[in-house]
């Protein structure tokens, strides 16, 4: 049988240790960003559906609405190559760096 003082301090230590792994293991706020946007088509200037982002070596992506637009959010800081991809268009592609801002707007247009 355990000594009650001794079960008291393994209680603690169990419940200290609890708490720093969640405080650890939670994101600090404010260390992601967002990439929104829209794609457009180059010879009629129309908003493109169905557009692939993707943030290359990454599995973060998005497709475009039928309005063209699209919106990637909770994007780790860190500099990214995104792609804009559509069968039947030339892959449009941009490196972006979101250490410093919150929210970067782009617009793709394909040809």
Excluded: K
Aim: glycine share 10%.
């Amino acid at each position: 049988m355990i000594h009650p003082p001794l079960r008291i301090a393994a209680i603690r230590n169990i419940m200290f240790a609890a708490v720093m792994m969640l405080l650890f293991s939670v994101p600090v706020r404010g260390q992601t960003a967002t990439v929104a946007g829209t794609v457009t088509g180059r010879d009629s200037g129309e908003p493109l559906r169905g557009v692939e982002i993707h943030l290359q070596g990454t599995s973060i992506g998005s497709v475009t609405s039928d309005a063209g637009a699209f919106r990637i959010e909770r994007i780790p800081f860190g500099r990214y190559t995104i792609e804009a991809r559509r069968l039947g268009y030339v892959p449009a592609v941009r490196t972006v760096d979101l250490s410093a801002a919150a929210e970067i707007t782009l617009a793709f247009v394909l040809a």
